[in-house]
C-alpha cells in the first residue's frame, strides 16, 4: 500500500486541482492505493500556508505517513529533503488531481522536473 500527497489549490480532494507550487498550495490531498486502485482519500491543510521554511513541508509530508508526493513544480533542494525522508517525488505535471493520480498509477508521471528559479512569479513546472 502507498500514501500519494498531491499539493492541492483547494479541499475538493479529487475533484480539485494540482498546485503550481508544493509549498505554496493551501492543502494535500492525501491518497492510499493499492496497486492501481484507490482506497481512500483525505484533505489536509497545509499547516505553513502560505509561508514555508526549507525543510518543514517535507517533515510534514512524512508525518502524514505518505511515500510520495506530486506537486506542479520544485526546487532542487526541496526534492533533496523529500528524499532524505524516503519519499519518492514527481514534478512537472497540471491538471485535475483525479487525473494526475490516475496518470501516476498507470506509470505515465515519473520523476523531477526541478524548478530552478525561486522568484516565484511563475508557475514551477514551466519550462524555461
Known amino acids: 500500500m502507498k500514501k500519494i500527497a498531491l499539493a492541492s489549490e483547494d479541499n475538493s480532494g479529487l475533484e480539485g ?8 498550495c493551501p492543502f494535500y490531498t492525501l491518497v492510499n492505493v493499492e496497486g492501481d486502485r484507490i482506497l481512500g482519500f483525505e484533505v489536509v491543510k497545509n499547516p505553513y500556508y ?5 525543510g518543514v513541508i517535507p517533515q510534514f509530508i512524512h508525518s502524514q ?3 510520495v508526493m ?8 526541496a526534492i533533496d529533503f523529500f528524499t532524505q525522508f524516503g519519499i519518492d517525488v514527481a514534478t512537472g505535471v497540471q491538471g485535475k488531481i483525479r487525473d494526475v493520480l490516475d496518470a501516476y498509477l498507470r ?3 515519473q520523476g ?3 524548478c530552478e528559479y ?3 512569479d511563475h508557475g514551477c513546472g514551466e519550462e524555461r
Open 17 to 24: 486541482y494540482l498546485s503550481a507550487h508544493f509549498g505554496r
Open 50 to 54: 502560505p509561508n514555508h521554511q526549507p
Open 65 to 67: 505517513k505518505a511515500n
Open 70 to 77: 506530486i506537486a506542479g513544480g520544485m526546487g532542487p533542494r
Open 107 to 109: 506509470g505515465e508521471i
Open 112 to 114: 523531477v522536473v526541478a
Open 118 to 120: 525561486h522568484g516565484h
